[in-house]
């Protein structure tokens, strides 16, 4: 069983940047970040491979969102730039034990518990 401890979450204003962290007790294979905003479907954000440092970052925010991992320290960051305003959800991180990086948020094995980014107008 890997436990997952997101930190980072908070308020930001509209164009601002905000650095998630993800630290898991023990290695997987691929670790990502997914979120979910209030009324809509948890959504894939990015995920990134231990093995090949392979990583995939869904088209909406390609070129703002960057994701790296710390494998020596078993944690994963998202780096949020130019947010918006839809950026606002709650941002878990999610990890799988198999490879390959997925989208599919029910081929994940473990989540976090969340973290909450609101970016005002």
């Known amino acids: 069983q890997v436990q997952l401890v997101e930190s980072g979450g908070g308020l930001v204003q509209t164009g601002g940047s905000r650095r998630l962290s993800c630290a898991a007790s023990?290695?997987?294979?691929?670790m990502g970040w997914f979120r979910q905003a209030p009324g809509k479907e948890r959504e894939f954000v990015a995920a990134?491979?231990?093995?090949?440092?392979?990583?995939y970052i869904r088209d909406s925010v390609k070129g703002r969102f960057t994701i790296s991992r710390d494998n020596a320290k078993n944690t994963v960051y998202l780096q949020m730039n130019s947010l918006k305003p839809e950026d606002t959800a709650v941002y878990y991180c999610?990890?799988?034990?198999?490879?390959?990086?997925?989208?599919?948020?029910?081929?994940?094995?473990?989540w976090g518990q969340g973290t909450q980014v609101t970016v005002s107008s």
């Open positions: 023990g290695r997987s294979a691929v």
């Open positions: 999610a990890a799988r034990n198999r490879m390959p990086v997925t989208t599919n948020s029910h081929e994940y094995d473990y």
């Open positions: 990134s491979s231990w093995r090949d440092d392979f990583t």
